[in-house]
Nanobody, 113 residues
Framework: VQLVESGGGLVQPGGSLRLSCAASGFTFSRYTMSWYRQAPGKERELVAEISSAGGYTNYADSVKGRFTISRDNAKNTVYLQMNILKPEDTAMYYC???????WGQGTQVTVSS
């Protein structure tokens, strides 16, 4: 299993970023996919998840209405569109399948003025 996250960066509060996660080594279209994040000194937390066909999504309360998870099964890729970013969204972001497998390297998101 290989998961390669990208798209992070430094953005001002209120800005947007789109994260991507390219997956390989498993049958992507059969798995629920998820995004997690981990801020310094905090535990890793679930941000969003999407069912195998994309018909069901679930979000942490802290990101509802601001983040949107989506997937392209033809490209074995899951996305996280993040809008109205806040400083408290600063973290390393990771994708994973459900059930959880190994973790990728993550992509850093920093929200700061």
């Amino acid at each position: 299993v290989q998961l390669v996250e990208s798209g992070g960066g430094l953005v001002q509060p209120g800005g947007s970023l789109r994260l991507s996660c390219a997956a390989s080594g498993f049958t992507f279209s059969r798995y629920t996919m998820s995004w997690y994040r981990q801020a310094p000194g905090k535990e890793r937390e679930l941000v969003a998840e999407i069912s195998s066909a994309g018909g069901y999504t679930n979000y942490a309360d802290s990101v509802k209405g601001r983040f949107t998870i989506s997937r392209d099964n033809a490209k074995n890729t899951v996305y996280l569109q993040m809008n109205i970013l806040k400083p408290e969204d600063t973290a390393m972001y990771y994708c994973n399948k459900i059930p959880l497998g190994g973790w990728g390297q993550g992509t850093q998101v920093t929200v700061s003025s």
